[in-house]
């Protein structure tokens, strides 16, 4: 099986993939010792064409790929579309467009809410896969026959998959809803996160505003340490070492040394000295700048018992629809609209979710419809009538 390493081999595949309406793509990369993921290898393929790109051969520019994902004539094809799109964003600084995610359109299909891609596979062309090879370190050269069969065979079955959802959701007349999905996941603000904002990350009880003012300035200046460094964030210090220094608010490298997260010596450091000037500068807030605590939402009486009817009637609705629950509504949706009726503001009350689930579900918690258990199926009437 043929690994592309040369710039005149990319750019003919590239040249033949183009030719198609639809393109499937996958990428294998590592992780684990760093903040950006490292890409380490590029499968692609469009009915009778197939590609593998070594993204790690040295003199190989991959101008032409960038340029196939953002062309705008051919859809690209991913199965969990979130951190092949991270690459391509972080190392060619765009974003793929159009682009069709089956994990997501098999939620909208009713495939269920957690299906993973082998069991996909399986269900649409009764494929089995073979997953052996995993858990592969991707960086290793050369690969094996064994490895590169293993990641071709996650686009090429992805093909299939493809025209399958594709036709159900025309069928269905839901393509307008999985579109209201890509444009989120193709959005820049979703790869290009605010370092400021990086303490929303963290689930954190703080008491006073001086806490929030150094959780706030501490997450963000990991966050820029991290990226800069290209180490994960836990790299730069732990989150428990976040929580206990904007509890214990060191100012010099002796309070710093007795903080139990901190390890012996690290007060010493470059990296703790940069640290303790943002404690310090975050500390010296003026009052009237200190940032507000977020407020505790009261919970109005009742609101429990009206979450669990609302579970009742999402469970209801997605199986009337013919789609997984997850995608419909989340926990949190659920708990907002129990509380807040129509002036939540969540992604169940906005766009096709609002038309499927959301007015329904108002509708409930203001007492116009009820539920019952008729058959043995839950089903809903309208008390008006």
């Not at 991959?62 to 062309?71: D, I, R, S, W």
């Not at 990296?271 to 940032?291: G, R, S, Y």
Request: hydrophobic share 45%; glycine share 4%.
């Amino acid at each position: 099986m043929h690994l592309i390493t040369t710039n005149a081999e990319l750019e003919t595949a590239v040249a033949a993939l183009a030719k198609s309406a639809f393109v499937t793509v996958d990428t294998e990369f590592i992780r684990e010792t760093t903040f950006w993921p490292e890409l380490c290898l590029i499968q692609m393929a469009a009915p009778g064409v197939t590609a593998l790109v070594d993204p790690l051969s040295p003199d190989l520019d991959l101008a032409p790929f960038f340029a196939l994902m953002a062309n705008e004539a051919v859809v690209k094809v991913f199965h969990a579309a979130r951190q092949d799109i991270e690459i391509i964003h972080h190392l060619g600084d765009l974003l793929p467009h159009p682009v069709f995610d089956t994990q997501v359109a098999a939620m909208v299909c009713g495939f269920g809410d957690s299906v993973s891609y082998d069991q996909l596979v399986q269900k649409i062309t009764g494929a089995q896969l073979d997953k052996s090879s995993r858990f592969t370190d991707w960086r290793h050269r050369p690969l094996s026959e064994k490895q590169l069969t293993y990641a071709l065979a996650d686009v090429t079955h992805l093909i299939d998959v493809y025209k399958h959802l594709a036709a159900e959701l025309e069928r269905e007349k839901r393509g307008h809803w999985l579109n209201e999905e890509m444009d989120v996941l193709t959005s820049r603000e979703t790869y290009d996160p605010d370092p400021e904002d990086a303490w929303k990350r963290l689930k954190m009880r703080l008491r006073k505003p001086q806490e929030l003012a150094v959780v706030q300035a501490v997450a963000a200046w990991r966050e820029r340490e991290a990226r800069d460094r290209n180490v994960p964030r836990g790299r730069v210090i732990k989150d428990d070492a976040v929580y206990e220094i904007a509890q214990q608010q060191p100012r010099d490298t002796t309070a710093l040394s007795r903080l139990r997260t901190v390890p012996k010596g690290w007060e010493r450091s470059a990296t703790a000295t940069t640290l303790l000037q943002v404690v310090n500068t975050a500390l010296e807030l003026p009052k009237d700048q200190m940032p507000r605590l977020p407020k505790m939402a009261q919970v109005p009486e009742g609101s429990s018992a009206a979450a669990e009817l609302l579970k009742v009637l999402l469970r209801q609705v997605a199986e009337k629809e013919g789609v997984a629950a997850k995608v419909l509504a989340s926990g949190d949706d659920i708990d907002r609209i129990a509380a807040e009726g129509e002036e939540a503001d969540v992604p169940a009350m906005h766009g096709w979710r609002r038309q499927v689930f959301g007015d329904i579900a108002v509708r409930l918690v203001r007492g116009e419809i009820a539920l019952k258990f008729d058959r043995r199926k839950v089903t809903v009437f309208d008390l008006a009538q």
